[in-house]
């Protein structure tokens, strides 16, 4: 079934209205007046829907929806980087079900020319609604505002706490409900007071391989291993 995104605020509606953009995506697919379609608001509801096209109006009539429950929370903190690899990088973290990204300011960051900004931010978390289409994910992650080390890990939840390092302990098991946040330093890694920061804060040096990992990588590698260690569950 085809999927479009709705605005939260509308999945309630009786006649739930299209943005633009989803009216010229169904208008590229040639979506006829009457298909069911899904959509997802990103708040962990789904409904099934029909299309009604009257002209240059267009909007779903809703036949049943479905709220999923918010599954464990799951946190990354990433040390901004290019920016394009970054947006790749959010994309498959909602697919993995990631449910808040930090992007953070390190030393070591600073020098990268195309390095991700907060102007891009409004961008990033549109990509990560359109990745909802493609997965079926119910929730979008939230993607936080830049911050320093110290000022993102005041802005942290409780819950086990690892930092990717070639040097820590395999990955350990995590409970299936248990929040979980995990820090990715920059390519140039960690200075000593910021690993100093982060080890202040409960968080314990995990490895996920004998290699040296690019940021985006070592991201998806410690949800990875999250999501299994839940048994899959997002």
């Known amino acids: 079934m085809i999927r479009v995104l709705i605005d939260p605020e509308g999945s309630h509606a009786e006649r739930i209205p299209l943005s633009e953009t989803e009216r010229h995506h169904l208008k590229v697919r040639r979506v006829a007046d009457g298909t069911r379609l899904q959509a997802l608001d990103g708040s962990g509801n789904c409904l099934e829907t029909i299309l009604h096209i009257d002209g240059a109006e267009s909007w779903l009539e809703p036949v049943s929806l479905e709220r999923a429950a918010r599954g464990p929370t799951t946190v990354l903190l990433v040390a901004v980087g290019d920016r394009d690899r970054f947006g790749w990088l959010v994309e498959k973290a909602v697919e993995l079900g990631v449910t808040d990204l930090f992007p953070i300011r390190c030393a070591r960051s600073e020098s990268v020319a195309s390095r991700v900004r907060e102007k891009h931010l409004p961008a990033l978390q549109t990509r990560a609604r359109e990745t909802l289409k493609q997965c079926g994910v119910r929730y979008v992650p939230v993607i936080h505002p830049i911050r320093p080390v110290a000022e993102t890990i005041a802005a942290l939840?409780?819950?086990?706490?690892?930092?990717?390092?070639?040097?820590?302990?395999?990955?350990?098991?995590?409970?299936?409900?248990?929040?979980?946040?995990?820090?990715?330093?920059?390519?140039?890694?960690?200075?000593?007071?910021?690993?100093?920061?982060?080890?202040?804060?409960?968080?314990?040096?995990v490895r996920v391989g004998a290699t040296t990992l690019r940021f985006e990588t070592a991201a998806l590698a410690a949800a990875a291993i999250i999501v299994n260690c839940r048994g899959g569950a997002l």
């Open 157 to 205: 939840p409780s819950g086990v706490r690892w930092i990717m390092d070639m040097v820590g302990d395999p990955s350990p098991t995590v409970p299936p409900r248990d929040t979980v946040c995990v820090a990715i330093g920059p390519e140039g890694g960690l200075s000593d007071t910021e690993r100093a920061q982060f080890q202040a804060a409960g968080f314990c040096p």
